[in-house]
T-cell receptor, first 121, second 110 residues
Framework: EVQLVESGGGLVQPGRSLRVSCAVS????????MHWVRQAPGKGLEWVSG????????GYAEVVKGRFSISRDNAKNSLYLQMNSLRIEDTALYYC??????WGSGSLNYWGHGTLVIVSS | QSALTQPASVSGSPGQSITISCTGT?????????VSWYQQHPGKAPKLMIY???KRPSGVSNRFSGSKSGNTASLTISGLQAEDEADYYC??????????FGTGTKLTVL
């Protein structure tokens, strides 16, 4: 059974940093691209970042480019999102999602339940 | 990277059909056959319903279908059922590992 479990969310002050993680099981992580998608309270889905199977291709939404960094450790079956210079508008439930294929152009066929990040003073 | 445009809400009676549109640009929807659709019930994670514009994952009812014309993709749900009431989002690949979601549509089954 495919499982994605996010962790590391919490309350953080504006301007500070936070790293969220996603532990996966039930499939071979190194065969697939992975993504982070967020959803602010009461709002729609927003793609944040994606990374190919070998970390050779990464992409970011314009609103997080230069502040967020995605990475993965296939040996540890884990995906990460390092979030720096956090803003109040980054407050959201952050979902980890598995890509259909290895390069990051596929659909997102499995999702975790999300980890909540609240940016507030 | 502007969000794809969807109607805020649609509604239909049980047994009817509804269509949700998703309008993008020639840089996303119009340039790739890589539009997907997601269903999200309140408090739940999104679920993939359609991929590559018109394909259904295993386990998704054939009442759900997708299509695309130019810069606009569409999701049609036929034979509406109460459990179809949810939020629906389209998503398009936009090149270089990036993608963009739609604004979301709330489906109400009357």
């Amino acid at each position: 059974e495919v499982q994605l479990v996010e962790s590391g969310g919490g309350l953080v002050q504006p301007g500070r940093s936070l790293r969220v993680s996603c532990a996966v099981s039930g499939f071979t992580l190194e065969d697939y691209a992975m993504h982070w998608v967020r959803q602010a309270p009461g709002k729609g889905l927003e793609w944040v970042s994606g990374i190919s199977w070998n970390s050779g291709s990464v992409g970011y939404a314009e609103v997080v480019k230069g502040r967020f960094s995605i990475s993965r450790d296939n040996a540890k079956n884990s995906l990460y999102l390092q979030m720096n210079s956090l803003r109040i508008e980054d407050t959201a439930l952050y979902y980890c999602a598995k890509d259909w294929g290895p390069w990051g152009s596929g659909s997102l066929n499995y999702w975790g339940h999300g980890t909540l990040v609240i940016v507030s003073s | 990277q502007s969000a794809l445009t969807q109607p805020a809400s649609v509604s239909g009676s049980p047994g009817q059909s509804i269509t949700i549109s998703c309008t993008g640009t020639s840089s996303d929807v119009g340039n790739y056959h890589l539009v997907s659709w997601y269903q999200q019930h309140p408090g739940k994670a999104p679920k993939l319903m359609i991929y590559e514009g018109s394909k259904r994952p295993s386990g998704v009812s054939n009442r759900f279908s997708g299509s695309k014309s130019g810069n606009t993709a569409s999701l049609t749900i036929s034979g509406l059922q109460a459990e179809d009431e949810a939020d629906y989002y389209c998503c398009s690949y936009a090149g270089n590992t990036t993608r963009v979601f739609g604004t979301g549509t709330k489906l109400t089954v009357l």
